[in-house]
């Protein structure tokens, strides 16, 4: 009976269709495939059987294959894929390398990440100008997406690391110095709320004070005007007689007088502010204006239409969402997006 012909190339083949055999550590099959480091390229691997052993090759470096084929196995590619990777063509699934060889060597790490990220964000900007059609484009899509997330967090490991000295240092300032900023802060301010209920005490003298030198003003302003009158009586009536003339006089000094100590009164009525100190460190009684809330509801329903309550609001409503929690006013949504 003659021998079954084994096809050499059927594991690869059958594994291109997404039926894989069995795999086994220094076990290769021939056939084409690929593989990378971490967060690398791909690159093409060959591997084969000829003159009674196997040889493989990962790009241009000769390999060992049982070494290499654990790594591969799992990403069979068509011949024509392989062809086009080693002669640099790259891979139609994955976006190209923004720099390959061309890299520059004399930049420090800020300026090197740039530079990527400027080739990056030109291709993938490019890119999203024609809608995702193919299979092959949605994985470029992620794959550039990953890179892209890959340099945002290289620049936030790079800033932390250049940012941290200056940090450790400025925590050594403020320790340094806190005691003395806050401690002096918080003691001024307890001697001033010391001072608040003699100052109060002293402003409710002072209304007592004002409204009985408002009440004195008065009475001088009445007495004022009565002799304003008189005076204009009295120089209505004059007749040249030397008695008349001296009353006259007299009124119109007397009118003048109580003029004066009107004003002065008046003067003396105005509101004198409590105050303790001397100029450059004087104390006293300012308004502070706030808010007592009354009547929750009532207010809640006054602010709602402004933005930061609007933003608060869908806050704590994502938050219920996530947990499940569907509260009135509400409804828990959901749509997929890429991530």
Known sequence: MAEAVTDIWSWWTNALTGNFGPIHDGDPQQGYYRTRFKDKPWEPVAIWFEDGKWHAMRGERQIDASDIWTWCCRNPITYEAYTKAIEGG?????????????????????????????A??????AFMKKPITTQAEADRAAIWSKRLSTIAKKATDLHKVEKQPHLDGGRAVDDKWRGLKDEPDA???????????????????????????????????????????????????????????????????EAERLAQQAAQAERDAQARNASAGRTGAKVSLRT??????????????????????????ETLANRAAKSGVELAGMAIRSEQRAA
Do not use: C
Request: charged fraction near 35%; avoid cysteine; aromatic fraction near 6%.
């Open 187 to 253: 003691i001024s301010k307890q001697l001033k709320r010391h001072m608040d209920a003699f100052l109060q005490e002293q402003a409710r003298k002072e209304r007592e004070r004002q409204a009985a030198a408002r009440a004195e003003a008065d009475r001088i302003q009445r007495e004022a005007d009565a002799a304003r009158v008189a005076a204009e009586k009295a120089a209505a009536q004059n007749d040249n007689d030397a008695a008349a003339v001296a009353a006259q006089n007299n009124a119109i000094a």
């Open 120 to 125: 990056e964000k030109e291709q993938a900007e």
């Open 288 to 313: 502070f204006v706030f808010a007592e809330i009354t009547d929750f509801d009532a207010l809640l329903m006054a602010l709602k239409d402004r933005p930061e309550i609007k933003e608060v609001v």
């Open 90 to 118: 790259g891979w139609d699934d994955e976006p190209e390398t923004t720099f390959g060889d061309n890299k520059p060597t004399d930049l420090d790490p800020y300026q090197a990440l740039l530079h990527e990220f400027a």
